[in-house]
C-alpha cells in the first residue's frame, strides 16, 4: 500500500488567500484526522471523520477552516482566507476502526507559509 | 482535561549509551497509549501501542512499558540511526479516536 498521500508537499501562499490541502487516505481504512504541528502547540487534531461523515471538529481554530470528505478515498482542508500564524505543517492520518487497535498511520505532511 | 507531558524535551546520547524517555499522562480514562517516532520533514510513524499498566512490548533497541501514570521508551545501546523525535499519544474511554499527543522528545545519538 502506498501509505496516506498528501498533496501539496510545500504550500507558500499570500496572506488572505485560499489554501486547500488534499489527502489520500490508506484504501480500507474508515477514519480520517487532519491535525496541525508547530513549535510551540506541538501535534493538534484539527477534526477527524469515521465513515467521511465529521465525528469531532473542536479543534477548528475558527470559520476561515472548513474541511470535507466526499468519499472514502479523498478529504481536503481549506483554508481561506489564510494568514500568516496558519504557517505550520499539516498532517493527515487513517485508521481503520474495528477490532480496538486504533492505530493511526500519518502521510508526509504539507508545508504551509503564509507571508 | 487530558495532558501528556514528556521528559526530557531534548536528550543526547553517545552511541551504545542506554538511556529512557518518559511520558506522563492525565486522562479521565486511559484506553491506549501510543508511541511514535518522526524524522525531520516526515510524518510521525507507529512504533508501539500499550493498552493496560504493566504490559511491555520490544523492537529491536526499543522497549515500551506502561504504568498507571506513565509509560517509559526505553532504548538499549541506541545507534545513530535512533535519532529522531519520539512522540507519545493517549486515547481515552469512551468512543473518541481523539488522539492526544505530547510535545516529544528529540533524541540525537553521536557516533
Known amino acids: 500500500d502506498a501509505g496516506v498521500i498528501q498533496s501539496p508537499r510545500h504550500e507558500v501562499t499570500e496572506m488572505g488567500q485560499e489554501v486547500t490541502l488534499r489527502c489520500k487516505p490508506i484504501?480500507?481504512?474508515?477514519?480520517l484526522f487532519w491535525y496541525r504541528q508547530t513549535m510551540m502547540r506541538g501535534l493538534e487534531l484539527l477534526i477527524y471523520?469515521?465513515?467521511?461523515?465529521?465525528?469531532?471538529d473542536s479543534g477548528m481554530p475558527e470559520d476561515r477552516f472548513s474541511a470535507k470528505m466526499p468519499n472514502a478515498s479523498f478529504s481536503t482542508l481549506k483554508i481561506q482566507p489564510s494568514e500568516p500564524r496558519d504557517s505550520a505543517v499539516y498532517f493527515c492520518?487513517?485508521?481503520?476502526?474495528?477490532?480496538?487497535?486504533?492505530?493511526?498511520?500519518f502521510g508526509a505532511g504539507t508545508r504551509l507559509s503564509v507571508l | 482535561e487530558d495532558q501528556v507531558t514528556q521528559s526530557p524535551e531534548a536528550l543526547r546520547l553517545q552511541e551504545g549509551e542506554s538511556s529512557s524517555l518518559n511520558c506522563s499522562y492525565t486522562?479521565?480514562?486511559?484506553?491506549?497509549l501510543f508511541w511514535y517516532r518522526q524524522d525531520p520533514g516526515k510524518g510521525p510513524e507507529f512504533l508501539f501501542t500499550?493498552?493496560?499498566a504493566g504490559e511491555e512490548k520490544e523492537k529491536e533497541r526499543l522497549k515500551a512499558t506502561l504504568t498507571k501514570k506513565e509509560s517509559f521508551l526505553h532504548i538499549t545501546a541506541p545507534k545513530p540511526e535512533d535519532s529522531a523525535t519520539y512522540l507519545c499519544?493517549?486515547?481515552?474511554?469512551?468512543?473518541?479516536?481523539?488522539?492526544?499527543f505530547g510535545k516529544g522528545t528529540k533524541l540525537t545519538v553521536n557516533p
Open positions: 492520518a487513517s485508521s481503520f476502526r474495528g477490532g480496538g487497535r486504533n492505530i493511526q498511520y
Open positions: 484504501s480500507g481504512h474508515n477514519s
Open positions: 471523520f469515521n465513515n467521511n461523515v465529521p465525528i469531532d
Open positions: 486522562v479521565s480514562g486511559l484506553r491506549g
Open positions: 500499550l493498552y493496560s
Open positions: 499519544a493517549v486515547i481515552t474511554q469512551g468512543g473518541s479516536e481523539k488522539l492526544v
